[in-house]
């Protein structure tokens, strides 16, 4: 399969407090997302998985150059966009979209949901207002909302949350990208709705052979859609790989807690439940070796709590841990 994206030792590093702070010492290193690697291939889906506070968001947010890393490379379509200028990334553009978590802050709330679909084919110079115009009103009845004469002049506000869910797919699919990054994006959507909501990606996938990455908490959505899982553990990715060898045959301690906490959907019943105590760790104080050691009913060795564990591949599984369960 042909690569689409690259990532090579990505980090984001942010700096928690001001000019006083660092005269007095109050100062601290954030570490967000620390040294990620992944690639990633044309229709291609992985899941990013893991708790609050993993660096999942951030780490979608670097890829697309949303933010800007600290260190690493970002490779698309074997382009180093690492460090290029706003003016070079603008032609780039449309090529990589993102859905954000929240449709309704997403949404510019003085805009028509028409106006917000069509205004990036204008905008990167695809098409006049009257050709956008009708595009959007194509991509509208796509996405189930119609009538699309309707909903093209209504506010965000007067859409429910599933509406508003559809107006961002949509307005994220009328460039028709080749990277798609969604972030939770059935999280906020009711029951009812997240199975056609994951089913639209789905086709939108398989039409413009789209890759796609997917941060999600729920070990039930990945499964739905991803072709391979990354779970993160406090900025690092700490197994990768298929996404039913992954939750079948879980190789990190944490992949197999995540598991354990999750419904019969993704879990097997014949897999004992393994709980691990407390929360995650603050990134800005992340403990030494194994940055899971303190969490970990299997962390009985030294070298967990001094050496940190680097991803070594098994059969085309990547574990970062000295001491991975046994398939």
Same mark, same amino acid.
């Given at each position: 399969?042909?690569?689409?994206?690259?990532?090579?030792?990505?980090?984001?590093?942010?700096?928690?407090?001001?000019?006083?702070?660092?005269?007095?010492?109050?100062?601290?290193?954030?570490?967000?997302?620390?040294?990620?690697?992944?690639?990633?291939?044309?229709?291609?889906?992985?899941?990013?998985?893991?708790?609050?506070?993993?660096?999942?968001?951030?780490?979608?947010?670097?890829?697309?150059?949303?933010?800007?890393?600290?260190?690493?490379?970002?490779?698309?379509?074997?382009?180093?966009?690492?460090?290029?200028?706003?003016?070079?990334?603008?032609?780039?553009?449309? #090529?990589?979209?993102?859905?954000?978590?929240? *449709?309704?802050?997403?949404?510019?709330?003085?805009?028509?949901?028409?106006?917000?679909?069509?205004?990036? $084919?204008?905008?990167?110079?695809?098409?006049?207002?009257?050709?956008?115009?009708?595009?959007?009103?194509?991509?509208?009845?796509?996405?189930?909302?119609?009538?699309?004469?309707?909903?093209?002049?209504?506010?965000?506000?007067?859409?429910?949350?599933?509406?508003?869910?559809?107006?961002?797919?949509?307005?994220?699919?009328?460039?028709?990208?080749?990277?798609?990054?969604?972030?939770?994006?059935?999280?906020?959507?009711?029951?009812?709705?997240?199975?056609?909501? $994951?089913?639209?990606?789905?086709?939108?996938?398989?039409?413009?052979?789209?890759?796609?990455?997917?941060?999600?908490?729920?070990?039930?959505?990945?499964?739905?859609?991803?072709?391979?899982?990354?779970?993160?553990?406090?900025?690092?990715?700490?197994?990768?790989?298929?996404?039913?060898?992954?939750?079948?045959?879980?190789?990190?301690?944490?992949?197999?807690?995540?598991?354990?906490?999750?419904?019969?959907?993704?879990?097997?019943?014949?897999?004992? #439940?393994?709980?691990?105590?407390?929360?995650?760790?603050?990134?800005? #104080?992340?403990?030494?070796? %194994?940055?899971?050691? *303190?969490? %970990?009913?299997?962390?009985?060795?030294?070298? %967990?709590?001094?050496?940190?564990?680097?991803?070594?591949?098994?059969?085309?599984?990547?574990?970062?841990?000295?001491?991975?369960?046994?398939?």
């Amino acid at each position: 399969m042909t690569l689409l994206l690259e990532v090579e030792d990505l980090k984001k590093y942010f700096i928690e407090g001001g000019f006083l702070s660092s005269i007095l010492g109050g100062t601290r290193i954030v570490k967000a997302v620390d040294g990620v690697s992944f690639k990633l291939s044309r229709g291609e889906t992985l899941a990013l998985v893991g708790e609050s506070g993993s660096g999942k968001t951030t780490t979608g947010r670097l890829i697309l150059r949303l933010i800007e890393p600290t260190s690493g490379r970002i490779l698309f379509d074997g382009i180093d966009i690492t460090g290029m200028k706003p003016g070079e990334l603008r032609k780039l553009r449309p #090529r990589m979209q993102m859905i954000f978590q929240d *449709p309704y802050a997403s949404l510019n709330p003085r805009m028509s949901i028409g106006k917000a679909i069509a205004e990036p $084919l204008v905008v990167h110079g695809r098409a006049t207002w009257g050709e956008a115009r009708r595009e959007a009103l194509e991509m509208l009845e796509r996405v189930g909302l119609t009538p699309a004469s309707d909903f093209y002049e209504r506010k965000p506000i007067q859409l429910s949350g599933g509406q508003r869910q559809r107006a961002v797919i949509a307005r994220a699919m009328i460039l028709k990208p080749d990277l798609l990054v969604a972030d939770e994006p059935v999280s906020m959507i009711d029951v009812s709705m997240r199975t056609s909501i $994951l089913k639209l990606l789905l086709e939108f996938r398989r039409e413009y052979n789209m890759s796609m990455i997917m941060i999600t908490h729920d070990l039930a959505v990945a499964r739905l859609v991803a072709d391979r899982i990354a779970v993160m553990y406090l900025g690092k990715i700490v197994e990768i790989g298929p996404t039913e060898e992954v939750l079948n045959s879980p190789r990190h301690p944490y992949t197999e807690a995540l598991i354990a906490a999750a419904p019969t959907i993704v879990r097997s019943a014949r897999k004992p #439940r393994l709980r691990i105590k407390g929360e995650i760790a603050d990134p800005g #104080r992340i403990p030494s070796g %194994c940055r899971f050691h *303190p969490r %970990c009913p299997y962390s009985d060795s030294k070298r %967990c709590v001094e050496e940190e564990p680097e991803v070594t591949y098994y059969d085309g599984r990547g574990v970062a841990c000295h001491y991975p369960l046994s398939p």
